[in-house]
């Protein structure tokens, strides 16, 4: 992309209404714009975030052996009264009547809708095991939407749904997302601690958070230090085999890892006093095992071996794919801008050329765009005829993770340099060296 024809309303001043540093660095980045309170429009490199956060997370879902299908925003009220959520749910859901005077709502999950789908097609337990999932926008009427993207009313999440015969096959559900989280948030550079959670209006008994450590998280967690040493790496997990998924989970939540409201000071206590830590952390992601609650209210039922109907065992799974975007920045900046990880970088590399206009610099600019672009990449190209300073400081508040800089200089004695945005650090080297090497980073990626 050149910069010159793309569309990236960057904003010189820090705008007033922003508290937190992932707020003021998205709207002065030109990622979003907001249209009313907790609501946004996400401009074009929002949404290219957004949609490389969204395909990791597909990806991963797949890998898992989930399958994806959509659901609709808005909902009919009549299968929430069924599971009596209709009342329970209060003020947080946005209701709203057409015009033959039926009750609807915008959906803030999915439990229902999904429950009404498997119990009109399927009967039979040789059809399970089966997680069904979806990407797609929520509303929740929150009373205090703020922090930006981080606690919208308007928000993307990937709700996921699991249906098992029985509780243990429910429960390798349970632990094949727990491992299928880890990597996908270790594929966006962040680190998620699974935390033993509440369930709040969801229900259930067992359930996880996945938190990100952030000074500006609205969550209060407590944790023994070992766990944030962990990583899943690029280990080869059977996802069908409930021995490996439970090996990994075993390891996951041996070390103490709570939210406030799950908190046991005894036993926070008993981990040696080196190693017990309290931060802030912001929720990217919880895992629910909820037995039969919808099944049983909602006659979702299957024939079991023994030709007996039972009401089948479920979870639900989410992931706050627009809350991610928030988190990321929060976890990954300077006092420059926003350092994105390659995993999910907007473009791959900035290419910023000093002299627009001079015939050579041009020249090598557009050889690095043609060469990138033929190995799959996508560069952005700032093209604009202005100063250095200003091109600089552009590229670092955008963060794109590498910039190649053209100037006079360098291309007379054939070189451009590489920055890394993270460390800072330039390396004088050929052009062909410097796309050679920007190939090599994103090869395993
Ligand atoms: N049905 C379950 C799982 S599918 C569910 O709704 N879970 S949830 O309430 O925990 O939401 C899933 C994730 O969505 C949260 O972990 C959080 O990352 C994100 N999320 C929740 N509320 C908001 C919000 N107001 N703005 C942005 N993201 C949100």
């Known amino acids: 992309m050149r910069l010159s024809r793309y569309f990236l309303p960057v904003l010189k001043e820090t705008p007033s209404e922003a508290q937190i540093v992932s707020h003021r660095y998205m709207l002065r980045a030109g990622m979003i714009k907001q249209s009313s309170a907790g609501i946004y429009s996400w401009l074009p490199l929002g949404f290219k975030v957004l949609k490389k956060i969204e ?15 959509l659901m609709p925003t808005l909902q009919s009220a009549d299968l929430w009264r069924e599971s009596g959520r209709y009342d329970d749910y209060g003020e947080e859901m946005l209701r709203i009547t057409d015009r033959h005077g ?25 059809d399970l095991p089966m997680t069904l999932y979806h ?61 033993r959670a509440d369930s709040g209006p ?70 040696p006093e080196e190693r017990r830590r309290t931060s802030r952390a912001i929720e990217v992601g919880q895992i629910f095992y909820f037995g039969t609650k919808y099944s049983d209210a909602m006659g979702a ?12 065992h479920m979870g ?51 050889n690095l765009y043609a060469a990138l672009t033929a190995a799959g990449l996508e560069p952005l190209y700032d093209d604009r005829k202005e100063r250095a300073g200003a091109k600089f400081a552009g590229m670092d508040l955008i963060g794109l993770p590498w910039r190649i800089t053209v100037g006079p200089r360098g291309v007379k004695n054939g070189v451009v340099e590489l920055t890394s945005r993270r460390t800072g650090e330039s390396e004088d080297l050929s052009a062909e060296a410097a796309v050679a090497r920007i190939v090599e980073i994103y090869a395993g990626i």
């Open 55 to 69: 395909n990791i997370v597909h990806e991963e879902q797949i890998r898992a052996g989930h399958i994806p299908m």
């Open 102 to 126: 039926r009750d609807m709502l915008y959906g803030p999950t999915n439990e229902e809708l999904i429950t009404d789908i498997f119990r009109s097609h399927v009967g039979s337990y040789k």
């Open 135 to 195: 990407i797609q926008w929520k509303f929740r009427d929150e009373i205090r939407p703020r922090f930006g993207v981080m606690r919208g009313r308007e928000f993307l999440m990937k709700d996921g749904y699991n249906f098992d015969v029985d509780y243990e096959s429910a429960m390798h559900a349970y632990n094949r997302h727990m491992v299928s989280y880890l990597r996908t948030y270790e594929r966006m550079g962040l680190k998620a601690i699974p935390m």
């Open 202 to 271: 969801i229900g259930g008994d067992d359930t996880h958070e996945f938190l990100v450590l952030a000074d500006t998280g609205e969550s209060e967690v407590f944790f023994d230090s070992a766990i944030s040493d962990m990583t899943l790496g690029d280990r080869a997990v059977d996802f069908d085999s409930r021995d490996d998924c439970a090996a990994v989970v075993n390891e996951w939540t041996t070390p103490y890892a709570r939210t406030d409201e799950t908190h046991d000071e005894a036993l926070y206590n008993a981990i």
């Open 301 to 312: 039922t299957v024939s079991n071996n023994q030709g007996e109907q039972v009401p089948v």
């Open 316 to 366: 639900s799974h989410g992931i706050g794919v627009s809350r991610l975007l928030g988190a990321i920045i929060e976890a990954s900046h300077d006092d420059k801008g926003i350092i994105w990880p390659e995993g999910v970088t907007p473009f791959h590399c900035g290419i910023v050329n000093l002299r627009q206009g001079d015939d050579a610099c041009d020249g090598a600019c557009e």
